[in-house]
């Protein structure tokens, strides 16, 4: 029994396809913008790529990307097919195209769910690229004067500066590497001698924090440096009063900020994915209801046309047999007692056991 079968007049099926022809070039408006977010977001993580990690950040700008590509192409063929199928006699030569169309179509709307939903998965993936890039960054914050890493202080810089923040996980991540370059060291003075023998590694160590770390909003001068002693700064205490420099770290702020980034380009992507899927049980109404009225022969006659010729079990058990037999058309059977069936092929001589064969007359 077909599912969800709908009988369709001259007219309806006529207004069907005029219909379909204009959401599919609204779709090809959809695949532009799917296109468009995919490389808004390529290019937003381009921006920060020095304090990410290598990883799979770009699989979901990539795949917005290609899905976008692919929309424009599909609903642009999808807009001709239904321009034409108003026509009966203009739909026979896409009769044999239509339901592969409609396969691929589904497959195609499938991919555009699935990138939806990366926008929602990637987070994951996004922290641990972002704490490794950050860490590396903070880690080679001094080196401005080794070639590939010259870049990373200004970097590192405006990223505070842009995000108000500080730090990787947060102020105190400065605390625990040496980001005052070795050239703007005194080492005549004992402080700093002191310092880097105090340290196992030989690191100057300072619970200090870059300048680009400093809240412009708080009404007291940024304090960058002793900023656990107490003593050193007038009217201060570290444990109760509120620093006058960004708490919050990078990584939580990049973080968010490309979160909602790619909330607003999930729910894009899964509007875009309800309206294909729509246009396309249009297409599948379609092609069922002019695939009728051609084997009824009445071209002006009523139609039935449906979603699914069987039930939803009798489809998938039909398609399942043939994923099952797929190839095996091809296959000799290697079973014990069975031969190849072309062996008892029955012999052309209709029963005749003794032909005689004409001798060739010799030449006189």
Not at 78 to 95: E, H, L, M, Q, V
Not at 119 to 145: P, V
Not at 312 to 323: C, D, L
Request: charged share 20%; hydrophobic share 40%; aromatic share 10%.
């Amino acid at each position: 029994m077909a599912v969800l079968k709908v009988k369709f007049t001259k007219t309806k099926r006529d207004k069907l396809a005029q219909i379909l022809w204009i959401l599919n070039w609204v779709s090809v408006v959809s695949g532009i913008i799917l296109f468009s977010l995919g490389l808004f977001l390529k290019i937003e993580i381009k921006k920060r790529n020095e304090v990410m990690a290598k990883g799979d950040v770009n699989s979901v700008p990539n795949m917005l990307i290609s899905v976008g590509v692919i929309a424009c192409i599909i609903n642009f063929l999808g807009g001709k097919i239904c321009y034409d199928c108003s026509d009966a006699n203009k739909f026979s030569r896409w009769k044999l195209v239509m339901l592969p169309y409609i396969v691929c179509t589904f497959c195609f709307t499938f991919c555009i769910l699935v990138g939806a939903l990366m926008c929602y998965t990637m987070r994951n993936e996004l922290e641990e690229s972002l704490y490794l890039g950050l860490r590396d960054a903070i880690k080679f914050y001094k080196d401005t004067d080794i070639p590939g890493r010259c870049f990373l202080k200004k970097t590192v810089d405006m990223l505070q500066i842009g995000f108000q923040c500080c730090g990787n996980n947060g102020f105190r991540d400065w605390f625990e590497i040496q980001w005052v370059s070795a050239r703007y060291l005194n080492m005549a003075s004992k402080e700093v001698l002191d310092r880097l023998k105090s340290n196992i590694d030989g690191k100057f160590l300072v619970d200090g924090v870059p300048f680009s770390c400093c809240n412009p909003s708080s009404p007291r001068p940024c304090i960058q440096y002793q900023l656990t002693n107490n003593s050193a700064h007038y009217n201060y205490d570290f444990l109760t009063e509120e620093l006058n420099i960004w708490v919050r770290g990078c990584r939580e702020a990049l973080l968010d900020y490309y979160t909602d980034i790619m909330r607003s380009i999930g729910i894009a992507a899964l509007l875009i994915w309800w309206f294909e899927l729509s246009v396309l049980i249009g297409v599948r109404y379609l092609q069922t209801a002019m695939k009728n009225v051609l084997l009824l022969g009445d071209l002006e006659g009523e139609s039935d046309g449906w979603l699914l010729e069987n039930s939803f079990v009798e489809t998938a058990k039909y398609n399942i047999n043939i994923i099952k037999n797929l190839g095996k058309a091809n296959q000799i059977s290697t079973v014990s007692g069975t031969t190849d069936p072309n062996i008892d092929v029955q012999n052309t001589n209709c029963g005749k056991t003794n032909v005689t064969t004409k001798s060739i007359p010799a030449a006189s």
